[in-house]
Antibody
Framework: QVQLVESGGGLVKPGGSLRLSCTAS????????MIWIRQAPGKGLEWVSY????????HYADSVKGRFTISRDNAKNSLYLQMNSLRAEDTAVYYCARGQVSSVWYLGPWGQGTLVTVSS | DIVMTQSPDSLAVSLGERATINCKSSQSVFYSSNNKNYLAWYQQKPGQPPKLLIY???TRESGVPDRFSGSGSGTDFTLTISSLQAEDVADYYC?????????FGQGTTVEIK
């Protein structure tokens, strides 16, 4: 079955860096757009970034532009999010999700998420 | 940015009764060239990731019970649960994928009365 598993979350100090990974299985990874979405504790859902099936196009939310970098390794069925200059407001559960073949559009399935906590 | 506003923020419905959630976008998410509304609905149960319920405003995702239905066009959309079950207790989110940045509504919490 289709499965997405995130890893790499944890506690980091403000200004620090973290790299999240998402490993996919059960579908042809290199056919699909992939997306990172986050959810701050007790809050709603926020788009972070997406990447096309071959590595382009790429889009970032204004809130992370210049600090976060999305990438993928289709040979490893993996999606990444390099997060630099982390701020307290980046504290959230980060989910990876699958888009569609032709574009991002609607999202499903989603991984279980990985918690990133930015605190001194 | 397209702002998505859901109403109500929360609702309590008796088991077997109808639950209705509204979602309004600040601009139309209807694309006339393909006659599609770029609107999805997700369900998030406590402690779980979101799950896709409805896309293109009214197309039910495979495996989603038929008590869930989506309707609307342009700027006004509705998610209806025709007969609420205990397992439907969750947060529900609408999302527009018409224009970047894609945006979600603030969520609606559905509880049992």
């Amino acid at each position: 079955q289709v499965q997405l598993v995130e890893s790499g979350g944890g506690l980091v100090k403000p200004g620090g860096s973290l790299r999240l990974s998402c490993t996919a299985s059960g579908f042809t990874f290199n056919d699909y757009y992939m997306i990172w979405i986050r959810q701050a504790p007790g809050k709603g859902l926020e788009w972070v970034s997406y990447i096309g099936s071959s590595g382009t196009p790429i889009h970032y939310a204004d809130s992370v532009k210049g600090r976060f970098t999305i990438s993928r390794d289709n040979a490893k069925n993996s999606l990444y999010l390099q997060m630099n200059s982390l701020r307290a407001e980046d504290t959230a559960v980060y989910y990876c999700a699958r888009g569609q073949v032709s574009s991002v559009w609607y999202l499903g399935p989603w991984g279980q998420g990985t918690l990133v906590t930015v605190s001194s | 940015d397209i702002v998505m506003t859901q109403s109500p923020d929360s609702l309590a419905v008796s088991l077997g009764e109808r639950a209705t959630i509204n979602c309004k976008s600040s601009q139309s998410v209807f694309y006339s060239s393909n006659n599609k509304n770029y609107l999805a609905w997700y369900q998030q149960k406590p402690g779980q990731p979101p799950k896709l319920l409805i896309y293109w405003a009214s197309t039910r995702e495979s495996g989603v019970p038929d008590r869930f239905s989506g309707s609307g066009s342009g700027t006004d959309f509705t998610l209806t649960i025709s007969s609420l079950q205990a397992e439907d207790v969750a947060d529900y989110y609408c999302e527009q994928y018409y224009g970047l940045p894609y945006t979600f509504g603030q969520g609606t919490t559905v509880e049992i009365k």
